[in-house]
């Protein structure tokens, strides 16, 4: 009797190949955003920073002013802000004129997909989509 010899092909077929790249694509894309929102929040973090900063400054401006009021040019405040790569400035202070939220400091996040991130005299923050992008979900607000 003769032996049939079967030849060993090691390798991947081309179905094979495309599942696994299918599922790596899949796999990507459902973690994708959950890093863009990380990146987004420790950039948010820096706005959060720079508005406690104006926040204490606005208090200490109101305290000392004849008036009682917070400053309407961030000139007028003693602090001062170091360059952002991530928020423009200078920021804005109150603006009697937006009473919405009474924010007593706003500053605008540069880039695409931009927003602005506000704080009121009780220290809360909140954030307000230009254009109605994801972008405050992204940073946590």
Sequence with gaps: MSQIKFKNNA????????????IV????????????????????????QILTALLGAQKTFKFES????????????????????????PPTVANPANPVNNPIASIRRSGTGGYWLQIN???????ANAGGNPSCAQAGY
Excluded at 66 to 85: C, E, F, H, K
Excluded at 121 to 127: K, L, P, V
């Design 11 to 22: 390798g991947f077929t081309l179905a094979e190949i495309i599942t696994v790249i299918i």
């Design 25 to 48: 694509g899949i796999i990507a894309s459902l973690a994708l955003p959950r890093f863009t929102g990380t990146f987004e929040r420790m950039r948010a973090a820096e706005g959060v």
């Design 66 to 89: 004849p008036t009682g009021a917070y400053a309407t040019n961030p000139n007028q405040l003693d602090v001062t802000i170091d360059r952002s790569s991530n928020f423009l400035l």
């Design 121 to 127: 005299e009780n220290g809360t923050i909140t954030c």
